[in-house]
């Protein structure tokens, strides 16, 4: 019969499917990996009502007269057809945006959380081994786990720059296919020392992938120059922290022989009719983006030297559109400022390097204003 699956009991019981009667009983125990099941997804926190600063979103809109054309052109996008699969017209936005050479190709993602599940998934051959350093961005770990590879995570120093050696080390020992780093790192907003990451990129054996992120607050550091000089580099950027986070858009810049490879994994219309609209859009008036992004960087320097101000509070130095900061009894100090209405970031507990750490977003004045005055209330009340 047409839409009905036929199967024996010796083909349940292989799977580990207990037959009762004519029933089988399925559990997620059964079916799942085991590892998966371990797994706590990935947890956004609620934040109506509160003075958002935990998630590096641009707390700029796009100006008025720039909505209102925008909004004429989303009313005439056809989203009653498939998106164009090659996305010509983003990509050369995009290009011209950020002055990619025409040598290089470029992989559009739903986010560069799904460009890291592609190249999770191109390596996933038995025994692979990913490779980053840590504290770093959660999702290297996550995605290697569910594509079942290895992960190495080697820790950062105390001041978080680079630990060479202990890098070199494990790059000779488990020879990673995947080897990824964040410049600026995230979540600690330094940007490493650029001979250090060299020298990591001709030692590695696999493909050495630099998240750039957030590359618009760092003052011109990147690695785009770079690309031609290296077979095995990979430069990995979003939009999202320019003001377009909820376009989920991600793209990866290499040279054609890996893209292309890469591009077989990519999911059909993976990028949306509404996104390719808008990205393309924005892109155009890209230089808006970027002197919102400049108002982020100073308002960055007035924050990190107000924090600096307050007693107990040791901020660390940010190449990226946020700050961590250390406070005693930083879990308290955390659900205090919730109380206050401002939702930062913690991050105690989620490595040693981290402990008794905070990260807060760089907002706009007014934001970092009510975040500023929340601290400060929160220390007093805590002496």
């Known amino acids: 019969m047409p839409g009905i699956l036929i199967t024996s009991k010796q083909n349940l019981i292989r799977i580990g499917i ?84 025409a040598e290089l190709d470029v992989l559009l993602g739903n986010g560069s959380d799904e460009i890291l599940q592609i190249l999770a998934l191109a390596v996933a051959k038995p025994g692979t081994t990913v490779l980053s350093v840590e504290p770093g961005f959660v999702m290297y770990r996550m995605i290697a786990q569910f594509a079942g590879l290895n992960y190495v995570g080697v820790p950062l120093k105390a001041d978080f720059t680079l630990d060479e050696a202990a890098v070199q080390a494990a790059i000779a020992k488990h020879q990673p296919a995947l080897t990824f780093i964040a410049y600026p790192n995230n979540p600690t907003g330094n940007v490493f020392d650029r001979a250090v990451v060299e020298r990591i990129i001709q030692a590695a054996p696999g493909l050495v992938v630099l ?7 760092a003052g011109g550091l990147s690695f785009l120059d770079a690309l031609a000089r290296y077979d095995n580099l990979l430069l990995m950027r979003t939009v999202s922290k320019l003001g377009l986070a909820g376009l989920r858009l991600g793209y990866l810049v290499g040279k054609a022989a890996w893209l292309k490879e890469f591009d077989k994994l990519r999911l059909p219309y993976n990028v949306n009719v509404l996104t390719q609209v808008a990205a393309e859009f924005a892109l ?21 030297a107000a924090m600096a101000q307050l007693p107990g509070v040791a901020v660390f130095d940010s190449q990226a ?63």
Do not use: W
């Not at 796009?62 to 057809?81: D, H, M, V, Y």
């Open 18 to 101: 207990e037959h009762t009667g004519d029933m089988a009983s399925v559990t997620p125990e059964q079916i799942i990996r085991a590892d998966i099941r371990a797994l706590s997804a990935y947890h956004v926190a609620e934040a109506t009502g509160m003075v958002k600063l935990d998630a590096m979103e641009n707390p700029y809109l796009l100006p008025e007269p720039l909505r209102g054309e925008l909004g004429k052109l989303l009313a005439e996008a056809a989203i009653n057809r498939y998106p164009d699969p090659r996305s010509p017209q983003l990509k050369a936005a995009l290009r011209e945006a950020f002055a990619i050479p």
């Open 211 to 217: 998240d750039e992120a957030y590359h618009a607050f």
């Open 284 to 304: 155009r008036h890209v230089a808006v983006l970027e002197r919102q992004a400049a108002q982020i960087v100073a308002e960055r320097g007035r924050l990190r």
């Open 321 to 383: 559109n946020f700050l961590l900061f250390r406070v005693a009894s930083a879990d308290n100090v955390f659900a205090g400022l919730k109380a206050r209405g401002v939702l930062i970031k913690n991050l105690h507990g989620a490595h040693p390097l981290l402990n008794d750490c905070l990260r807060v977003t760089v907002g706009a004045p007014g934001e970092n204003d009510a975040f500023l005055a929340a601290l400060a209330a929160e220390l007093e009340a805590r002496r």
